[in-house]
């Protein structure tokens, strides 16, 4: 058990629907990752935020975003899902300051289907 | 971030040791090598780093090569349980704010009885 948490560990929803999926990170840890691994994407990195605040941006899409609240949850949206879409979404956590990148520890992650 | 090549896929006797190479020849001075695996859709598992002296922890052991161009990770008693997809990433430890992992296609080891 790594102490980071997802929820929910499933989700099926609808071509142009709007999904929201939660990440806990360990205890302590400020910073925050989202990472999408499809079928033939492999583990692609979505986006980081540190202590509330958006630190660095990879692969995401427009219609996705996020937001790290005070209590250090995390939040990923997506809008206007596609078939495409479909995969597994991961959140991680690190310890460090300023968005310094130390060990990540993931979550289980969410399945997301969308038909 | 320094490129690593990894082989595709390996094969381990369970109880043996297993040996799984990384090659990253362009590796600069102050990039760490890490290395997660990732069983079965679960999410990615840290399991060890190292700067240029060989490390162990209660997972595995690395063994980093001199000139720091190749490191091994060894699992000294592999079990059905190791089966994943290992992947071993080059990087600075403090890469200001963008500390996210670049993950390559890693190797598939495949432990059986």
């Known amino acids: 058990d790594s102490g980071v948490t997802q929820t929910p560990k499933h989700l099926i929803t609808a071509t142009g629907q709007r999904v929201t999926l939660r990440c806990s990170p360990r205890s302590g840890d400020l910073s925050v990752y989202w990472y999408q691994q499809s079928l033939d994407q492999g583990l692609q990195f979505l986006i980081q935020?540190?202590?509330?605040?958006?630190?660095a941006k990879g692969n995401i899409l427009e219609r996705f975003s996020a937001q790290q609240f005070p209590d250090l949850h995390s939040e990923l949206n997506l809008s206007s899902l596609e078939l495409g879409d479909s995969a597994l979404y991961f959140c991680?956590?690190?310890?460090?300051?300023?968005?310094?990148?130390?060990?990540?520890?993931f979550g289980p992650g969410t399945r997301l289907t969308v038909t | 971030d320094a490129k690593t090549t990894q082989p595709t896929s390996m094969d381990c006797a369970e109880g043996r040791a297993a040996n799984l190479p990384c090659n990253h020849s362009?590796?600069?001075?102050?990039?760490?090598v890490y290395w997660y695996r990732q069983i079965h859709s679960q999410g990615p598992q840290y399991i060890i780093h190292g700067l240029k002296n060989n490390e162990t922890n209660e997972m595995a052991s690395l063994i980093i090569t001199e000139d720091r161009k190749s490191s091994t990770l060894i699992l000294p008693h592999a079990t059905l349980r190791d089966t994943a997809v290992y992947y071993c990433i080059v990087r600075l430890r403090d890469r200001g704010s963008q500390g996210n992992l670049i993950f390559g296609k890693g190797t598939k080891l495949s432990v059986k009885p």
């Open positions: 362009t590796i600069s001075g102050n990039e760490y």
């Open positions: 935020y540190y202590n509330g605040e958006e630190r």
């Open positions: 991680a956590s690190s310890a460090g300051s300023q968005g310094v990148g130390y060990e990540q520890y």
